[in-house]
């Protein structure tokens, strides 16, 4: 149980393209999903929390206008990187977290890899 | 402000030893712990996590972790490594079991040598 899938894992665009990924909770409610991004070798940032429904909050130093987040239903998050450029390259990893006792913890999914020409 | 400290970037060990991957946490009143593993170009995986209760928590593939209030610590240990256990370790820290979000350590990487 409490599985989290990403889709894609890799993708390769062009600088100035938007790229969307999707996280979806696949075997429970996610009211709460979150998306981290993680440079090599080093720990997850926290990027924002959007709860199903709500617009998401975003962490300070994020751009919210370049990086859009939607958590339209209880199962899917799409994070939205407009205009993207180099610097935009990493991994990112979702994660959601439900409100029962067994999913009241985050479950990652397995990341995206970005790569902007 | 939470914090969560890794104070070690790599850990070495043989098969068959045991293993200690070292965490201290500094949170305002209750800590909730929890430890992630990732593979390479994967997301992380729960491991196990502390809430209330017993100070020694049980997890996945042989996992333990021990809450230490006096000490803030919550260090993950196995009696018998594995060479599939090579891995990136992190802890992570909230204090409301609600909608809080996690404080990641840096992550410590395990290697185990056959």
């Known amino acids: 149980g409490a599985v989290v899938s990403q889709h894609p894992s890799r993708v390769i665009c062009k600088s100035g393209t938007s790229v969307k990924i999707e996280c979806r909770s696949l075997d429970f409610q996610a009211t709460t999903m979150f998306w981290y991004r993680q440079f090599p070798k080093k720990s997850l940032m926290l990027m924002a929390t959007?709860?199903?429904?709500?617009?998401?909050?975003?962490e300070q130093g994020v751009e919210k206008d370049k990086f859009l987040i939607n958590h339209a239903s209880l199962t899917l998050s799409t994070l939205t990187v407009t205009s993207a450029h180099p610097e935009d390259s990493s991994f990112y990893i979702c994660s959601a977290r439900g409100n029962t006792p067994s999913t009241d913890t985050q479950y990652f999914g397995p990341g995206t890899r970005l790569t902007v020409l | 402000a939470q914090s969560v400290a890794q104070p070690e970037d790599q850990v070495n060990v043989a098969e068959g030893n045991p293993l200690t991957v070292k965490c201290t946490y500094s949170?305002?009143?209750?800590?909730?712990l929890f430890w992630y593993v990732q593979y390479p170009n994967r997301g992380l995986q729960f491991l196990l996590k502390y809430i209330t209760g017993d100070n020694l928590v049980k997890g996945s593939y042989g996992f333990e972790a021990e809450f230490n209030k006096s000490q803030t610590s919550f260090h993950l240990k196995k009696p018998s490594a594995l060479v599939s256990d090579s891995a990136l370790y992190f802890c992570?820290?909230?204090?409301?079991?609600?909608?809080?979000?996690?404080?990641f350590g840096k992550g410590t990487m395990l290697l185990v040598s056959p």
């Open positions: 949170v305002s009143g209750n800590p909730y």
């Open positions: 992570a820290a909230t204090t409301v079991s609600g909608y809080s979000t996690l404080t």
């Open positions: 959007s709860n199903e429904g709500s617009k998401a909050t975003y």
